[in-house]
């Protein structure tokens, strides 16, 4: 028997066939985008030939960054559990499901089409597609989404979107070296945005170890490069009120923070840079 999503995705295809949806060009499409996008978006980056060290995304997640509202997780890595995860399928409609974890439910985008495969698609599904993405996001206080190292190239056009990237630090034998070249990755492929690492969450506490620590001297003595803390990138990109000398918060409203994920991800796909070209 069908599912729900099924059955929907069936129904849309069939009005699609009977009265085809005018759509507006790549120029008036961005256009219509809301810009600056009232969400901040970050990029987890999942590290190369670490996978069986990441535990599914539902169980670490919120224990990690732990927020008043869970974010929207968009997760192209696959960290999610086998029960949430969807095929890569260009047909498919992009959809949310809904998990459980430890905060609550949450709202979760599971993998879809590599954003360098949709750049080669017809300029009408590209659209389409980017269109899903703006609706499925609308009321999202944050937005996250895994990145697969091993990837990385055909996500290019997604990661340089984003707010942040934060390379994730699993409990792995190599997992300084895989890291490293993770945050290597990241900061050559021209990545102007703040790149910060986190420990994955072992039982009760972090590794010990402090795996982190040692990827941070590295990249300083190899790429010049400065990984802050992870809380001094967030509180970096997430707007916060201004506090009077009585202690009260109060926001400014002609204070907007510039978040340009929806505009600077659509661009991309519309008229592909030359390095998304392989």
């Known amino acids: ?22 759509l507006p060009g790549p120029e008036a499409f961005l256009t219509s985008l809301p810009s600056p996008t009232a969400f901040p978006a970050i990029a987890l980056i999942v590290p190369d030939r670490v996978g069986s060290a990441i535990p599914p995304l539902q169980k670490w997640l919120p224990k990690l960054l732990p927020q008043r509202r869970p974010p929207t997780l ?11 995860l969807l095929p890569d399928a260009s047909d498919r409609t992009p959809l949310m499901v809904k998990i459980d974890s430890a905060s609550g439910p949450l709202m979760a985008l599971p993998r879809q089409i590599a954003p360098a495969r949709l750049q080669m ?24 989404i895994t990145i697969p190292m091993k990837d990385f190239r055909s996500h290019l056009s997604l990661v340089h979107a984003t707010d942040a990237a934060i390379v994730l630090v699993p409990h792995a ?49 190899f790429l010049s490069l400065d990984l802050p803390p992870l809380g001094m990138v967030l509180s970096g990109i997430i707007p916060s009120s201004p ?9 400014k409203p002609s204070i907007v923070p510039m978040y340009d994920f929806l505009h600077a991800f659509a661009e991309r796909i519309l008229f592909p840079a030359p390095e998304d070209r392989q």
Request: net charge neutral; hydrophobic share 35%; proline share 7%.
């Open 173 to 221: 034998q190599d997992a300084v070296l895989r890291c490293y070249e993770a945050v290597k990755a990241v900061h050559l492929s021209g990545y102007f945005s703040p790149i910060s690492l986190a420990e994955m969450p072992d039982g009760n506490g972090l590794n010990p170890d402090k795996p982190a620590e040692r990827i941070r001297l590295v990249a300083k003595q």
């Open 121 to 144: 698609r017809p300029i009408q599904d590209r659209i389409r597609f980017l269109r899903q993405v703006q609706r499925l996001f609308a009321g999202s206080s944050e937005v996250w």
């Open 1 to 22: 028997m069908p599912d729900q999503a099924s059955s929907l995705r069936e129904l849309k295809r069939f009005i699609d066939h009977v009265s085809p949806e005018q």
């Open 243 to 251: 506090t009077n000398p009585n202690g009260q918060n109060h926001q």
């Open 74 to 84: 968009w997760d192209q890595a696959a960290t999610l559990s086998a029960t949430t």
